[in-house]
């Protein structure tokens, strides 16, 4: 990059965000960005916050500390133009029971104001190995489709930012092959994805940069490379060895061993919390 060039702005900007649960820290003072096209693997031991910290970001825990910016909208300020920018996957999709997968696809068309839908609708069915269950309402999803119905919802809406919570959960292995290539080819259209999941290997395969949160800190902020070259006993290593490595309680709590990987790039469904099944969108039915 030349001096002409500048770093195009986040597409999600975190900042010093902290959430606390009756007293007890879950989220201390937490800061990070996500660029265009980046795909953020967010990683931690169970209890680290990662949840805590994509549902701040989505909507459905509120920002009381620090502030959450979502395409340049404060979430606290701007809910709706923030929300409309994402895609909200959680682990556990749960459609609305009264509609079939084209009537989900639809509603989100609807609720995200996408035009010319149709088409692409009919390709998602076909990549997310849907069209069979076309005309099946919500509630006779098994759970793999439920996951793969809301990829597909979030696909749709062509979110500059996708959050996806343990998204390979319930997929067969076809379903986990499909899943994986769509959240690369997102990804390569531009969308931003912050995928958070304890499969290290699909971290270490799909993501651009790792954020590894332990007990509400971030401990780790780069890419593997940077990893590789600044914690000692990892040269070489895998992600699963630098995660052991960072989070074995020897750093001290609160430090960053690197700061901001290289920038990466783009627009995501579901349910939040017993909510609406749109979760990113800007309302529920
Ligand atoms: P996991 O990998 O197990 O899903 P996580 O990294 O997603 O964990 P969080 O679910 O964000 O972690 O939890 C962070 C901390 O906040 C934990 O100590 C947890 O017990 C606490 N916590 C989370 N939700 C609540 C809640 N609703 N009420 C009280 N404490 C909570």
Known sequence: MNEFQSTPP?????????????????????????RPGE???????????????????VGILPVKQGRVLVCGYDVMLHEAEAK?????????????????????????????????????????????ELVEKRDALGGE?????????????????????????????????????????????????GSSVILSSHLLEMIEELASRILILDRGHKVFDGTLAEARSSIAGVEGGSLEEIFLKVTDGSLPAGRTSVQ???????????????????GGGAGSP
């Open 141 to 189: 999803l098994s759970r793999g489709m439920r996951q793969k119905l809301a990829f597909a919802c979030g696909w749709l809406t062509r979110p500059r930012l996708v959050l996806l919570d343990e998204p390979l959960t319930g997929l067969d292995p076809r379903g986990i092959r499909s899943a994986k290539r769509a959240i690369a080819e997102v990804a390569a259209e």
């Open 260 to 278: 901001g990987g290289a920038p990466a790039g783009a627009p995501g469904t579901a349910r939040p919390e017993g909510g609406d099944w749109s």
């Open 39 to 57: 795909i953020l693997g967010l990683v931690g031991p169970n209890g680290a916050g990662k949840t805590t910290t994509l549902r701040s970001i």
């Open 84 to 128: 409309r920018c994402l895609y909200w996957v959680p682990d556990d999709p749960q459609p609305f029971d009264a509609l079939t997968v084209w009537e989900h696809l639809e509603f989100t068309a609807a609720l995200y104001d996408v035009r010319d839908w149709k088409e692409r609708a009919e390709e998602l069915l076909q990549r997310f």
């Open 10 to 34: 986040p597409v999600l900007r975190v900042e010093s965000l902290s959430k606390t649960y009756e007293g007890q820290t879950a989220v201390d003072a937490l800061s990070f960005d996500v």
